[in-house]
């Protein structure tokens, strides 16, 4: 945990201290929505909803972003019927609780094997001295280059390798049907589990990805140092969820549907978290560096511009889904912390139990 000694904190990462940039809220922390066309075949009459093996056309062009009302491709009827969002319920219930509780497996294995791992590294530095040292290796500019790196940003290059993946897979024409289905959340479609974990690292537009990636990085030092890699990551992918189905929650509500696509829900939650453990931190829009503000500051600017959205109904946002990782990003650090986290022992236990071949088989029980 980090405490704030001063009113005016900046971040450290390795021996520079820099000050994070809070990105202009329109274009870089956005959830966009993404515009779809259906093109009609020929001779064919329209007969009530059309069947996902129709030709999709999709409108957003490179640089060009969609039409605020630009029709969607649902597969059923939009209504406002919430009884559709028991199940993304559950699955978000059920998703969040396996995620911490991989978090703490997790982190269990790393801390077992800290001591082989550290021996290995006194053999590792001892034959690196004795051996030949390689003029112009790649591997070892890249190991030197990983190396440099903070906890932080080895934790989420992971993340941005996802999401510039599933970046290049929307190039695919191919795939453009499958992309839309499962990675884009829209809870008028047939697909609503799973499009809510693989919507969070879904973008269209390489701006989107950009903005997106580059707040995560510039935050990720910050984050994995208050929480650790393995609790960050339960909280991102819980946070992917949750806001996506807060979004549900928004579309349905006001009876306006089309598919979501976009990680900013989560970054939310990421800088969310930041500004309330760090209220007092000093933080700057990327385009204006000469005007600064404090953290706590920021994060009451984020909530009034999405709340002003959602109530005005601006469409070009998900405003619905900021909000979902905004709370929930709050939420976490004022009491969830000590809900979840801090009561993960049992499960820990049970764990160690379990690899050990039962209690007393090892030892009393401590890693």
Known sequence: MMAVRVSVFKWVTGDISKTHYLTNRFTLQTQQRCGFRKIAKKGEVKKGVAEETETIEILHKKDVAPPPDMPTPPTHTPTRAFGRLVRPFVFTIGFTGCSFGGAAIWQYESLKSRVKTYFDDVKA????????????DLRKQVNQWWNSLSEGQKTVTGIIAVNVLVFCCWRVPSLQIFMLKYFTSNPAAKALCWPMLLSTFSH??????????????????????????????????SAGVISSFVSYLGKTGMGRFGPSLGASGAIMTVLAAVCTKMPEAKMAIIFLPMYTFAAGTALKAIVA???????????????????????????YILYGHELIWKNREPLVKLWHDFRTGGPGAGGNGSI
Not at 125 to 136: C, V, Y
């Open 125 to 136: 530095d001892w034959l690196e001295k004795i051996r030949p040292q390689k003029q112009g």
């Open 204 to 237: 269209y537009s390489f701006f989107h990805l950009a903005a997106n990636m580059y707040v995560l990085w510039s935050f990720s030092s910050s984050i994995i140092n208050m929480m650790g890699k393995e609790q960050f990551v339960a909280v991102y992918l």
């Open 305 to 331: 511009l999405d709340a002003a959205g959602l109530i005005l109904r601006w469409r070009f946002f998900d405003h619905a889904a900021h909000l979902g990782g905004v709370f929930f990003g709050i939420w």
